[in-house]
């Protein structure tokens, strides 16, 4: 992913000719401020760009957490139908909240997340965009969606492609939360046997300062041996944490965002079926009257034209979400597709050349060993 993101932005730099339209976004320098419960980490955010709508080709400011879930929530808010990109979650767990490996994952999610903002035709309009990378004092409040997904509702959409599509977003949210979570464990598995390795290390020197000198100096290299490969389980558990657990994590998000966005598809489609229900009663009434030669027949004819032209804004804004989702759905999965080869391919690399460093150490060793055997 990381990959791909440096090849976009690339391809948007300051170099790039005039008449080509470039929005560059970096996240970076987190800082600690505050102490206990109050504190927090902002970060620098840098953007370099040449839309004339943005005050001068760079700018840098400060951000928290805090600012980028304002940010989420208002293009949510405005863009109904585009899969707005997900956050990184907050930590559940104080003591984790400052470690240097949370905040720099959250660093490159936050840096991911406005970056695919930056690179989204629509999204990267928006003014309250421009807002989150200019602004030099921000004063936005975090809102909580409360949309429930999966809740019984009195009207829903009997369309097939739809039906397949949900049925899509909710297979592919289990898959994937399955796929982080063996990953996570085998990331687990990685560090605590490089723990025991260093452990068993230590021990096999121990040993062979006790022992005679050939055997001892073999034990010596045993134990450099485990803590060698120690060091590289623990940097390859790195690795399978930035470059497998930390994307499928994001797409899991990814999945919850359009989650959302079907929610708000379903909600247009239940206010869109109300109004038409509404305008048929309204449409009865409106007869009655007008058989009746009711002195009410204008004020009802008022209420009746305004009904209607709020039902063609609402059918509109419902037929934009569905257009927008149908294309949205197609991106999507294009990136998916490719964000999830890198990942596979890079997990597969790492667990080759893991499989490999382990082979070739314990392999390195027989001989000596096998020789101590025959002195003995």
Known sequence: MEQQRSTSESSQSPRS????????????????????????????????????????????????????????????DKYKGIFVPPLPEKSAVEKFRF?????????????????????????????????????????????????????????????????????????????????????????KRHRE???????????????????????????????????????KLQKEAHQLLMNFEEPVKDYVRAVQSIKVTIGERANAFRHQCELAETMKLKEINLDKLMLTRSDRVGEAEQEYKELKAESEEVTRRFETIVRRMNEEIVRFQEQKTQDMRIAFHEFAKGQARLAKSIADAWRSLLPKLEACSDTS
Do not use: M
């Open 17 to 76: 000719p005039p008449s080509q339209r470039y929005l560059s976004v970096s996240v970076s320098d987190p800082v600690k401020l505050g102490n206990g419960v109050q504190g927090y980490i902002s970060y620098r955010v840098i953007t370099k760009t040449n839309f004339p709508e943005y005050q001068g080709s760079e700018k840098i400011v400060i951000r928290r957490y805090s600012d980028f879930v304002w940010l989420r929530d208002r293009l949510f």
């Open 99 to 187: 470690s240097a490996e949370f905040i720099e994952t959250r660093r490159q999610a936050l840096d991911v997340f406005v970056n695919r903002i930056a690179s989204h035709n629509e999204l990267q309009q928006s003014e309250d965009l421009r807002t989150f990378l200019q602004a030099d004092e921000e004063d936005v409040q975090s809102k909580v969606s409360d949309v429930v997904l999966g809740k019984e509702k009195p009207l829903e959409e009997s369309n097939p492609e739809y039906e397949k599509l949900k049925h899509y977003v909710f297979e592919l949210e289990n898959h994937l939360t399955e796929a982080q979570k063996h990953a996570y464990r085998l990331l």
């Open 193 to 231: 046997l490089g723990q025991s390795l260093s452990g068993f290390g230590k021990a096999s020197k121990l040993l062979g300062a006790c022992e005679g000198q050939a055997l001892g100096k073999a034990f010596d290299e045993l134990g450099a041996k485990s803590e060698t490969l120690s060091i």
